[in-house]
């Protein structure tokens, strides 16, 4: 199981993690709320019916890897469809970023609850719901995209990312990009049993 989601009975996985591995994880995950951020969203005071139809950005994000994490939903250059990606942005970015961070907070809070049963033993089996797997998913794949936006990865480049030599400055974070796909991929695996 070592570094490879598995199937729980009753559905779910369970992955083994060190306590290295589970130190990364959550700082990243961290990071990529922090890079989040609140977005356009309504006061938490606010009235909850106006909160629903709170308008969001109708702009994209300047920052690379947040365009990646929220592109336009259209992608020719016509002033029609410019004006339509712009509508859309508006009355699903907020819901989008909000998801976001939620699956997130939800890996925090599972390496979090993991690292507080295993204190001493050097790492844990982390065990997810199915409900938590799909959360999970979803943050691997934020942070991939961040991570590979971050690196400018592209797909001619993937086969050259395995041979970096260990002096290039990027091979930490081209490690960690490695080592998040190979984790996604097995979740997804692990979730179409």
């Known amino acids: 199981m070592a570094g490879?989601?598995?199937?729980?009975?009753?559905?779910?996985?369970?992955?083994?993690?060190d306590d290295v591995e589970i130190s990364i994880l959550?700082?990243?995950?961290?990071?990529l709320m922090e890079l989040i951020g609140p977005g356009d969203e309504?006061?938490?005071?606010?009235?909850?019916?106006?909160?629903?139809?709170?308008?969001?950005?109708?702009?994209?994000?300047?920052d690379p890897a947040l365009k990646r994490l929220f592109p336009?939903?259209?992608?020719?250059?016509?002033?029609?469809?410019?004006?339509?990606?712009s509508d859309?942005?508006?009355f699903t970015e907020n819901d989008l970023r909000a998801r976001k961070r939620e699956d997130a907070l939800g890996v925090v809070r599972a390496l979090d609850a993991l690292s507080a049963d295993a204190a001493g033993e050097g790492g844990a089996v982390l065990k997810?719901?199915?409900?938590?797997?799909?959360?999970?998913?979803?943050?691997?794949?934020?942070?991939?995209?961040?991570?590979?936006?971050?690196l400018e990865v592209t797909d001619d480049e993937g086969e050259q990312l395995y041979r970096l030599p260990d002096s290039d400055p990027r091979k930490p974070m081209v490690m960690a990009y490695l080592w998040l796909g190979a984790l996604q991929e097995s979740l997804v695996e692990t979730l179409m049993y």
């Open 4 to 17: 490879r989601f598995e199937t729980l009975p009753g559905g779910g996985a369970a992955v083994a993690l």
């Open 26 to 31: 959550r700082s990243l995950a961290v990071q």
């Open 42 to 62: 309504p006061a938490k005071d606010a009235d909850p019916l106006a909160a629903l139809f709170a308008e969001g950005p109708s702009k994209p994000p300047s």
């Open 72 to 85: 336009d939903a259209y992608g020719d250059d016509s002033e029609e469809l410019r004006a339509a990606a």
């Open 88 to 90: 859309f942005r508006r």
């Open 128 to 150: 997810l719901t199915p409900d938590e797997s799909r959360a999970w998913l979803g943050a691997l794949n934020d942070l991939r995209l961040t991570i590979g936006t971050r």
